[in-house]
């Protein structure tokens, strides 16, 4: 089970349960990327587009903020 843990610049922190799985999906993967991109409000700022909770979670990454992937554990499995 994966959560998302995001922290913001004035040191909130929010995190939101992705399931079992998860993708991320930047803007090299055009034909993919764009097609998410018309689910979500992504601008200038989007690095990517993160999918969750068996396509239930949408969310767009942007540049101004630090997203870290955890595991059940509590352990940080990837830095996005």
């Given at each position: 089970?994966?959560t998302l843990?995001?922290?913001?610049?004035?040191?909130?922190?929010?995190?939101h349960?992705?399931?079992d799985?998860?993708?991320v999906?930047?803007?090299?993967?055009a034909?993919v990327?764009?097609?998410?991109?018309?689910?979500v409000?992504a601008?200038e700022?989007?690095y990517?587009?993160?999918?969750?909770?068996?396509g239930?979670?949408?969310?767009?990454?942007l540049?101004?903020?630090?997203y870290?992937i955890?595991?059940?554990?509590?352990?940080?499995?990837?830095?996005?």
């Open positions: 089970m994966y843990r995001i922290v913001e610049k004035d040191g909130q922190i929010m995190n349960y992705l399931g799985n998860y993708s999906t930047t803007k090299e993967v034909e990327y764009e097609k998410l991109e018309t689910m409000v601008n700022n989007t990517a587009i993160l999918v969750g909770n068996d239930k979670f949408i969310l767009p990454l540049n101004h903020k630090k870290f955890m595991m059940e554990s509590g352990k940080t499995f990837e830095k996005l």
